[in-house]
T-cell receptor, first 120, second 116 residues
């Protein structure tokens, strides 16, 4: 079974600075998807960024980028120019990309989350 | 476009009562997921449907939990009878599955359930 580990329960960063959140995972599969979701105090789960394992290029979305190290099974999230609205819980998630014929292929496995605080 | 809609947003009930949570997925999506979030267990998948058919219900805690998807635009998660340990935030998510891969799961706002 796949597992996702977020070793930083809490992080803080000064507004406008850069912060990196860590995520490692364990899998025996070669093809899969990785995600970062953000959960602000409103509880809404918001997709931040997504990475396909077969792509060597790291995904970017505006101020958000990832450092995907497949061999090391590492998937960190970098937030540049941190803003007050970035304060939230951040969850790393894994999903297999096996075909529909494989039972349970759509399941998202989540890490335990990192609470990010932005210091004004 | 409207996102995933869940109702109610908050539910407070007494132990032993029946609870029904509702979800309307994003129009055009063909996969629907129910997740539960607790402090102890984090986010865990309860069940998911594809084209209204349950595909994986291995995460459903016990027989007190049941889920249905009578059509492409509506799903329910029912707990009967409810117990205090069922208190959690329940999320519904939907995605569009095509071929051998699926698109990203988009989450609703969640229902915070409190069982007294």
């Amino acid at each position: 079974a796949q597992t996702v580990t977020q070793s930083q329960p809490e992080m803080s960063v000064q507004e406008a600075e850069t912060v990196t959140l860590s995520c490692t995972y364990d899998t025996s599969e070669s093809d899969y998807y990785l995600f970062w979701y953000k959960q602000p105090p409103s509880r809404q789960m918001i997709l931040v960024i997504r990475q396909e394992a077969y792509k060597q290029q790291n995904a970017t979305e505006n101020r958000f980028s990832v450092n995907f190290q497949k061999a090391a099974k590492s998937f960190s999230l970098k937030i540049s120019d941190s803003q007050l609205g970035d304060a939230a819980m951040y969850f790393c998630a894994y999903r297999t990309s096996r075909g529909i014929s494989n039972f349970g292929n759509e399941k998202l496995t989540f890490g335990t989350g990192t609470r990010l605080t932005i210091i004004p | 476009d409207a996102g995933v809609i869940q109702s109610p947003r908050h539910e407070v009930t007494e132990m032993g009562q029946e609870v029904t949570l509702r979800c309307k997925p994003i129009s055009g999506h063909n996969s629907l997921f129910w997740y539960r979030q607790t402090m102890m267990r984090g986010l865990e998948l309860l069940i998911y449907f594809n084209n209204n058919v349950p595909i994986d219900d291995s995460g459903m805690p016990e027989d007190r939990f049941s889920a249905k998807m009578p059509n492409a635009s509506f799903s329910t998660l029912k707990i009967q009878p409810s117990e205090p340990r069922d208190s959690a935030v329940y999320f519904c998510a939907s995605s569009l599955m095509f071929g051998d891969s699926t698109d990203t799961q988009y989450f609703g706002p969640g229902t915070r359930l409190t069982v007294l």
